[in-house]
């Protein structure tokens, strides 16, 4: 296959880098777990893509390297790995595109790529192309751009942000005052958390219901109380509640689906009879457990807490009502 073509001559521009004084065929097959007819192949391949591949003869063994004063990265101080990784990271931030996040890294990677050699170049542009990372439902933050720059530098000033925040339940608009401690990313949207002069609570609100921010002169500090791992730790989502033990039972259609992800960190998986799986964890959030269990249809059942069992039957009753 053409994916395992491209990441074995991969492996064999990263070898042949790292040898200084060459490596012959037969440890090359060892290593790239082939026929020395495939290396043949692959430094043919690498030759005719410009790569300046030498062969010696030493000690009755042809070894290969690359030309002594050829440089993989020009002057780039990073690995072939770490380049492709930062392309994938590209990928992986195309859901933040139109803000600080993805621009700068497709700004640092445009660098990267204009000091490569030309043909490392090209490969790693169809080695890219193996490797894609497709986004699922986000928001889109292409407009919020200055909001987002105005946030990050009062995250990183301490300074208190006065802005109008839409709330998402009632939809309603109001002035609030907040001292952000944390900017983050979760499940296709950014967040923000910090204290809220408003309820003088600490609070995680949505960036993308931001209709408008200004930093102020004041400054603040964040309370060595506050732990952030500790804060988000018992959401099942964004939302922080007090965690309480929840236990749903999905059916064999969604089993090996279920089992195969990591949920929550205080998650446990019980297999039973019938090909069923039982997932325990300590979570906070109902309203997101409830509406991730819902997704699941009649695949679902929730066994515990009892006011969760009850929100989830009510919601099914109502959808099941529209469908009469």
Avoid at 20 to 42: F, M
Avoid at 64 to 88: C, H
Avoid at 119 to 126: D, I, N, S
Avoid at 203 to 213: P, S, W
Wanted: proline share 4%.
């Amino acid at each position: 296959m053409r994916g395992d073509q491209l990441a074995r001559q991969w492996r064999l521009i990263q070898r042949l880098a790292r040898s200084r004084y060459g490596i012959g065929l037969d440890d090359l097959a060892e290593e790239l777990e082939c026929v020395k007819r495939t290396v043949y192949r692959d430094l043919d391949a690498l030759m005719q893509a410009g790569f300046p591949v030498l062969s010696e003869r030493r000690d009755g063994r042809v070894l290969y390297r690359f030309l002594d004063t050829y440089k993989l990265g020009g002057d780039v101080p990073f690995t072939p790995d770490e380049i492709l990784s930062l392309a994938f990271g590209e990928d992986l931030l195309r859901t933040l595109e139109g803000t600080v996040f993805h621009d700068s890294i497709r700004s640092a990677l445009d660098k990267i790529r204009a000091s490569l050699a030309p043909e490392v170049g090209e490969f790693l542009a169809r080695l890219g192309e193996s490797f894609r990372v497709l986004p699922g439902p986000h928001e889109s933050y292409a407009a919020m751009r200055d909001a987002i720059r105005v946030l990050n530098e009062a995250v990183i000033a301490r300074r208190t942000v006065r802005m109008r925040y839409r709330t998402g339940g009632t939809g309603r608009e109001k002035a609030r005052e907040l001292d952000p401690y944390r900017v983050w990313y979760r499940a296709g949207a950014l967040y923000v958390v910090g204290h809220d002069h408003l309820s003088d609570e600490v609070r995680t609100f949505a960036v993308g219901r931001i209709r408008a921010i200004e930093a102020t002169e004041r400054r603040f500090r964040v309370p060595e109380s506050f732990d952030f791992d500790r804060f988000v730790g018992a959401s099942f989502g964004v939302i922080a509640e007090p965690p309480v033990q929840v236990r749903i039972r999905f059916d064999r259609r969604w089993a090996s689906w279920v089992a195969e992800r990591t949920w929550h960190p205080s998650q446990k998986l019980e297999h039973k009879a019938g090909g069923a799986i039982e997932l325990s964890m300590e979570v906070g959030g109902a309203a997101e457990v409830r509406s991730w269990v819902l997704s699941f249809g009649s695949g679902a059942e929730v066994l515990e807490p009892p006011a969760l069992r009850d929100e989830v039957r009510a919601e099914l009753k109502k959808a099941a009502e529209r469908y009469r």
